[in-house]
Structures are given as C-alpha cells and as structure tokens.
C-alpha cells in the first residue's frame, strides 16, 4: 500500500522522532539538575510524546505492509547555557519536524496516496500545537527576564504538563 520511497521517508522520519524524544530527554536534565521540577517534566512529557509519534509511525508502516528498518540515533546535545536557549532550541527542533511532516505530505500527495495522506494529517495538525505551545513558553520568559518569582510561577504551570488523553 504504500511505495519503497515512502516507506523509507517514513522510516528516516521515525529515526527522527527518536532522535527528537533523545533531545528533549537530554534537556531534561539540564532542569533536573537546576531543581527545576516543572519543566523537567514538561521535557519529559515532550520526550515520551516523540517516542509516542515514532511509535505510531512505526505501526503505520507494518500496518500497511511496510518493513520498519531502524537506524543509528546520533548523541543529542548535552549542554546549554540558559532556560531560554533550551527553550530557543525546542522551537527550531519542531520547526524542523513541521517541515519534515510538510515534505512526508507533499510526498503521498505526489504519489496520490490517500491513506498516507489522512495519517499525516495528524502529525500536521500536531505539529500546530507543539510549536504554540514552545512559542508560548519562550514569550513568558522574556517577559520575567531575570525575574526569579516569575521562573518559579513558570516552573509551577509546566509541573501541570501531562500526556493527554488518547
Ligand atoms: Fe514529533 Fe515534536 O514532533
């Protein structure tokens, strides 16, 4: 059902979502250890919907008679320099899924494949979401600029981040 090249678009884009869970896991302990609860867990959260999305890629392609071949997931970055760098970075990163999942659609659209396209139109409209909501984030923490009170206030709302509801 689907062709050997979107097979293998889809494949490179599953190594992808991991590569991005691995990013964001990475993050993830720059909070920790600045006891940064919050959004320690909003990164985590973020990393176990990356994992989420590669694993409904994954069962997309053995569904339609595809063959998954894993590949080599490259070291995330470890360091960063700021709260607001991290969150600078996670903008660009899902800017690069959405013109990722843009270029997955334009494929099937090509091919003329319509059951590719109604399963992309999920990660399309994800991705909406996922750069508003880091968009968000990165407004509130210009706004409090050095301001610890208004970091905590911040930590606290993503501390209330949770996987939702399938
Ligand atoms: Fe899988 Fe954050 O996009």
Not at 34 to 50: C, H, K, T, V, Y
Request: proline fraction near 1%; charged fraction near 25%.
């Amino acid at each position: 059902m689907l062709s050997e090249k979107l097979v293998n678009a889809i494949n490179d884009q599953i190594q992808f979502e991991y590569y991005s869970a691995f990013t964001y896991k990475a993050m993830q302990t720059y909070f920790e250890a600045e006891d940064l609860s919050g959004m320690a867990n909003w990164m985590n959260i973020q990393f176990q919907e990356e994992m989420e999305h590669a694993e409904k890629m994954f069962h997309f392609v053995c569904e339609t008679g595809g063959k998954v071949n894993l590949q080599a997931i490259e070291a995330p970055r470890n360091e960063y320099n700021s709260i607001l760098e991290i969150f600078e970075v996670t903008l660009q990163h899902e800017q690069e899924v959405t013109a990722r999942i843009n270029k997955l659609m334009d494929l099937a659209q090509e091919e003329k494949n319509h059951v590719a396209q109604i399963f992309l139109q999920w990660f399309v409209t994800e991705q909406i979401e996922e750069e508003a909501n880091v968009s968000q984030i990165i407004a509130k923490l210009k706004r409090i600029k050095d301001d610890g009170r208004g970091l905590m206030m911040i930590d606290q709302e993503l501390e209330k981040r949770s996987i939702p509801a399938a």
